[in-house]
């Protein structure tokens, strides 16, 4: 089975600053999906980012970034320049391409973005 | 996202009486899933369908069970309501194209609390 691993149940940045949020899963498959997904308090699910396993280049969204290890099974995401809207809990999330599609989430990470 | 709807958004309900939510799409997806949200655990996924009249359990599905007659909805019931099921639920549909996966849209979530 797969499994997601955040190890930081909560975090805080100053304002501007960069922060960056671990993630780490387990799979035997070659051919998957992984995704960084916020969910601020308004419960809203928000997809953040996302990469393809097959490329080795990283994704990048403005001002998010990943580093993916394909061998060392990591996906971190790093937010550039915080911004007080960035305060939210972070999932990471992992999808085996070909199957049902499902997702397997992490158990979040809480991110508060100080003043 | 536009495109996707849950009600109700907020529900208490009684111990052992019985409970349904529903999940409504507008983008013809295949893919339909129910999630619950604890905190602590992440999302975890209760029951998902991969077309009308099929679906199939998640990791977390005793106590639930779901339909789907038309592409449209997707529908959880929880036959008797137990306290341990008070939780925040979420519908998701699968946004992929062909063989590329962009991850879920999200409905907005029902909050239930079972007294």
């Known amino acids: 089975a797969q499994t997601v691993t955040q190890s930081q149940p909560e975090m805080s940045v100053q304002e501007a600053e960069t922060v960056t949020l671990s993630c780490t899963y387990d799979t035997s498959e070659n051919n998957y999906y992984l995704f960084w997904y916020k969910q601020p308090p308004s419960r809203q699910m928000i997809l953040v980012i996302r990469?393809?396993?097959?490329?080795?280049q990283n994704a990048t969204e403005n001002r998010f970034s990943v580093n993916f290890q394909k061998a060392a099974k990591s996906f971190s995401l790093k937010i550039s320049d915080s911004q007080l809207g960035d305060t939210a809990m972070y999932f990471c999330?992992?999808?085996?391409?070909?199957?049902?599609?499902?997702?397997?989430f992490g158990k979040g990470t809480k991110l508060t973005v100080n003043p | 996202d536009a495109g996707i709807t849950q009600s109700p958004r907020h529900k208490v309900t009684e111990t052992g009486t019985p409970v349904t939510l529903r999940c409504h799409q507008t983008?013809?997806?295949?893919?339909m899933y129910w999630y619950r949200q604890d905190p602590g655990h992440g999302l975890r996924l209760i029951h998902y369908?991969?077309?009308?009249?099929?679906?199939d359990k998640g990791e977390v599905s005793d106590g639930y069970s779901v339909s789907r007659s038309k592409t449209e909805d997707f529908l959880l019931t929880l036959e008797s309501a137990t306290s341990s099921q008070t939780s925040v639920y979420f519908c998701a549909i699968s946004r992929d194209r062909g063989s590329h996966y962009y991850g879920y849209t999200f409905g907005s979530g029902t909050r239930l609390t079972v007294v």
């Open positions: 983008e013809n997806h295949r893919y």
């Open positions: 990469q393809e396993a097959y490329k080795q």
């Open positions: 369908s991969y077309g009308v009249k099929d679906t």
């Open positions: 999330a992992f999808m085996i391409m070909g199957g049902s599609e499902k997702l397997v």
